[in-house]
């Protein structure tokens, strides 16, 4: 069982607060993905569990046990650095056979784990090379056979496919996707990219300025963000958001958005009163092309083939993003009427935080 | 790296070389030419550049004028090679702790090796042979040894270290996370990555080392069967005469062996010295 838990982590790097009281339950087998902007702290928390960098204050369990102490090997855990970090005078054998020779693991057995590790990881005709003779991907597989021939409880992955180009990050994702389940540990994987945290995570953990903005499956962070930057950040294209007066708050919110249109949604008003400004999220994806709804001007329209994505805006300054039918007849420099459906709008208020909605679709597991 | 100068350019930049090299070189060649002349073209006016009487007789009557010649060379190397060797033992760990350690005084240690390579040894030759003779090293192979380290510490300290702090950091935490120790990591990791920056530093503090000898020799060794070939090459000043083209013989043949092994390394030197300067 390697349960990993992260009790009121804090990390301060002199003056510098990086990470704020972060705690965390991530169960064992799970596939849990930190995501969030560059600089908000998701390598430093990583690191804290791995043991290269200790707490400033918090706690860090392991399979129910405080390691926060605790040697990373003692912990249990391996780690696959973003620039993959192989040691480049050593083989592709000798890379991976490293944490074996450190333990001084008795030859039969080392040589048996390294080539099991490397037939999982199609590596096994690569084992005399060096790495410099490897491609981008198959150095990020030696990398992957170094942490796992060490049968760890808990694997660390620090961007790991930041270093590829687009396609072969495509074929990485399933194949750690895939690496996910036939091994059945728990996972912990920090990206940047929110469509890598989308497709590979059973819980998403969204990182902001060394907070935890959100933590559960992506379809919650999709459905229901709990905050303006999580609703920001996850789905592509980004949400819009629309500035809008709430004019009534019995029987749903009404509200009238920039540009005059007005109408009713069903969310939870118990924090809003009369009068006060708050933004409704749209996403691109949840608008179609009407006769009553917002006025958007277009000024670029993206043909993509199966959708056209219009980049436009509500009166000059709003910018609005739509994902529209592939042969839609949009001008670009022209302007279009968007139909939005109550029940597809997000609401936050002033302070970025969600008004619960009472009318999302359901989750899919 | 094509056509990045024009013609033009590239005249200038040889014949820039080209100065530097006849002002570096003009001396070597210079002792060449003496150790070829008889005695008597030495001190003839006006200045001859070739005569038919050119021989390479001084190399051979030079073993004869200083019989211990083939002792001091020897001397020379081995002490230089000792120097080297044991200044590497203690400049390898020290540097890889200032590149990568924290601990109090850190800079300001390295500040003050800095200090103390600002004097040169001659400013200290008085207070270190009161330290070596009550050390009982006076006349010994250490005596030339022992404050030839001690003056090149710094200096590798301070070329190592910066060339260690170029090895990735994250290669060593890797080697961490997977149980290995600072020792291990050190001589499966770091001193594997490092050998050009070795050797660049380990030439250097040989040349020093070759460099400084001289002083340590006829300050602190009155034996004659342990001097080194700089202070060897003073018995060719006799009393009556000095045997300049002998004198010059010896010193290209002493430094001889020494250019074959530079000649060896040159392709480590250039490698070292613009280590990082280029993506790898
Ligand atoms: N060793 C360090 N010393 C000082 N500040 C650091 C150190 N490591 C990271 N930081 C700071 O902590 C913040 C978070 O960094 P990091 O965890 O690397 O972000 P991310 O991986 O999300 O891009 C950044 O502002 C960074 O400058
Ligand atoms: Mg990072």
Known sequence: MATLDLNSISKSFGTAKVLHDISLAIEDKEFVVFVGPSGCGKSTLLRIIAGLEEATEGKILIGGNDVSDAHPVDRGISMVFQSYALYPHLSVYENIAFPLRVQKMEKGELDQRVKRAAEILQLTDKLDLKPGQLSGGQRQRVAIGRSIVRNPKVFLFDEPLSNLDAALRGDMRVELSQLHRDLDATMVYVTHDQVEAMTMADRIVVLN????????????????????????????????????????????????????????????????????????????????????????????????GGASISYGSIGGDTRFCASLPGDVRVKEGGSVTLEIKPEDCHVFDANGYVLRRQAAPELVA | MMDRYTKLQMAGIYFCVAIFLIFMLLPFFEMFMASLRPLEHLFRSPYQFWSTDFSFDAYSKMWETVPLLGRYIFNSIFIAFSVTAITMVFVVPAAYAYARLKFPFKNASLAIFLGVNMFTGAVLLIPLYRVLRSMGLLNTYWAMIVPGVAFL?????????SYLEKIPLELEEAAFVDGASRMYTLRRVVLPLAVPGLIVVGVAVFIGAYAQQFLFAITFNQTRELQPLPAGLYEFIGYQSVTWNEMMAAALVGVLPVMVIFLFLQKYLVAGLTAGAVKE
Request: no cysteine; charged share 20%.
């Open chain 2, 153 to 161: 510490i710094p200096t590798g300290i301070w070329l190592l270290r």
């Open chain 1, 209 to 304: 300025g060394g907070r935890v903005e959100q933590f559960g499956t992506p379809m919650e962070l999709y459905h229901h963000p709990a905050t303006k930057f999580v609703a920001g950040f996850i789905g592509q294209p980004n949400m819009n958001f629309i500035p809008s007066t709430v004019i009534d708050t019995a029987n749903g919110l009404s509200v009238e958005l920039k540009g005059g249109h007005k109408m009713v949604l069903p969310v939870d008003t118990t924090t809003v009163s009369k009068g006060d400004i708050v933004e409704v999220g749209v996403r691109p994806e949840d608008v179609t092309i009407g006769t009553t709804g917002v006025e958007v001007e277009v000024r670029v329209l993206e043909r993509l």
